[in-house]
């Protein structure tokens, strides 16, 4: 069980800044769908994710995140990540305990809160095509834009391998 705190948004800015990773934040009102975050991307430009956080049946975790609008097949989307059976969506104690987020702020920066490696974290192919993604700073009332290519080392650093992977329809 992680005892520990999850990071704040200023954690993650230092761990970004640790790494000479550029991100530029915008805070803006807390939106919990992609489709009340339409209204903010006029101001953001780049690649906006979705984020899924599911598991198999053998409790195996993993997050997936993708461009908005695509679509992810739960019914097949086990054959490329190689869980071990059809997954389902995990729960919200699940998501607080691994990456230290709430459903609606669910995010790839969250593999910082990771400590113990649980959850198999999985970049889209297509998401890969955009040179800024933004994503959430572990809390949804603001969007954190980086390099995709940094968004890959980040996650590196918090000590996970990232997958590109073509999860999308």
Known sequence: MNDM?????????QFLDGLSIQHS???HDPVFTVAESVALRDEIPG????????????????????????????KTVHTVIGAASKVSFGKPEKLMEY???IPGAVTAFG???????????????????????NAHPLRNDATTSVASKDLLRFIEATGHEPLVL????
């Open 47 to 74: 690649g906006h994710t979705k984020n899924l956080f599911v598991k198999d049946k053998k409790d195996n975790y993993f997050l997936l995140t993708v461009e908005e609008n695509a679509t992810v097949d739960l």
């Open 99 to 101: 990456l230290g987020v």
């Open 166 to 169: 073509k999860v999308t329809a």
């Open 111 to 133: 593999a910082i809160n990771d400590t113990a490696k649980a959850v198999k974290v999985i970049i889209d192919e297509d998401l890969m095509r955009y040179d800024v993604i």
């Open 25 to 27: 934040t915008k805070n």
């Open 5 to 13: 705190q999850p990071k704040t948004d200023a954690e993650l800015f």
